[in-house]
């Protein structure tokens, strides 16, 4: 479907509506606003993260820390430089904002299911306007909302088309602290799923 200038003037005010918003700083939650997302109405491809992280909080761009260093060398590897790649397709999360330093002080506090209930319709309406093709969830937060409640083992290196006709193809979390990379047959996976994504890259044109 070809996606209009009037949608992609709709996805602004979705954006500015995203960053202005205050729920969850209302509602008592330790989180650093505002909204960081990126992408064109256009895009034809939307990651979805678990939530941004502190240095992207700072940047407003979508996994420009470690972890999206990290997500951008797997990219890599699927065919996608960084800059054509964020100019091109669409960068999100399950919540928007910073939710600051997990209790152990190890990585980032993940999202409270409240949190993700306060985020949901902003996330409805990201898919409903961009109407990605491909949507690739990174980590077990990001795919639980797209493939409901699966281990990251049984659908790492799948790809999986939903019932909206789209191609959902997990991956993990690339934070350095996530020892499930750690696993040699996880990182098969890994590699797998990016041989899926070349795949797909060059068979639609992505």
């Known amino acids: 479907m070809d996606k209009t ?38 895009a034809r491809l939307m990651i979805v993260g678990q939530a941004p992280g502190s ?7 979508p996994f420009s820390g470690p972890s999206g260093a990290r997500l951008f060398e797997w990219l890599a590897q699927a065919g996608w430089d960084e800059t054509p790649f964020r100019n091109t397709h669409y960068m999100t999360a399950v ?18 299911r409240a949190e993700q209930k306060l985020c ?13 093709e491909v949507i690739v969830p990174v980590g077990s937060m ?11 083992t049984d659908v790492v290196g799948t790809v999986v088309e939903d019932d909206l006709d789209r191609c959902i193809l997990p991956l993990p979390h690339p934070s350095g602290v996530n020892l499930w990379l750690n696993r040699k047959e996880n990182q098969e996976r890994v590699t797998q799923a990016l041989e899926l994504l070349r795949h797909l890259q060059e068979s639609v044109g992505l």
């Open 142 to 152: 990001a795919t639980r909302r797209f493939l409901g409640s699966v281990r990251l």
């Open 120 to 132: 949901a319709p902003f996330l409805e309406q990201e898919l409903a306007l961009v109407q990605p």
């Open 5 to 42: 200038d009037s949608t992609e003037e709709a996805l602004d005010r979705l954006h500015v509506e995203m960053r202005t918003c205050r729920q969850c700083a209302k509602a008592g939650f330790s989180i650093t606003p505002g909204a960081v997302i990126s992408g064109p109405a256009s």
């Open 95 to 112: 919540t928007k904002c910073y939710p600051g330093r997990s209790a152990n002080g190890k990585g980032d506090r993940a999202p409270t």
């Open 55 to 61: 240095t992207e909080c700072e940047s407003g761009r």
